[in-house]
């Protein structure tokens, strides 16, 4: 099983930066592939952003440009760097792991990342 716990939101404003981190443990050499995820109030929620074991990345094009995720294989740490900050990306981001080995989706318990204008 993998565990996932997130850090880094806050309280910024617009144009500012954030720096998201995503901490996995567990049965870490199973994930395939990692993302984040955001929900606003009264909305669905929806992809950030993803990356593979090979590095590839996939963006909302509503960040595209604007974010950048990465990931320490190694040290099973996900991360999403965040410039530009928009007062509409204001949400809770959740940090994802899909593991191939046990076919299952992980989640963090989200943080709260605000932008102020």
């Known amino acids: 099983q993998v565990q996932l716990v997130e850090s880094g939101g806050g309280l910024v404003q617009a144009g500012g930066s954030l720096r998201l981190s995503c901490a996995a443990s567990?049965?870490?050499?199973?994930?395939?592939?990692m993302g984040w995820y955001r929900q606003a109030p009264g909305k669905q929620r929806e992809l950030v952003a993803t990356?593979?074991?090979?590095?590839?990345?996939n963006y909302a094009d509503s960040v595209k440009g604007r974010f950048t995720i990465s990931r320490d294989n190694a040290k099973g740490e996900g991360y999403l760097q965040m410039n530009s900050l928009k007062p509409e990306d204001t949400a809770v981001y959740y940090c994802n792991a899909y593991s191939i080995q046990y076919r299952t989706n992980y989640w963090g318990q989200g943080t709260q990342v605000t932008v102020s204008s």
């Open positions: 990356i593979n074991n090979s590095r590839n990345t």
């Open positions: 567990g049965s870490i050499w199973s994930i395939s592939l």
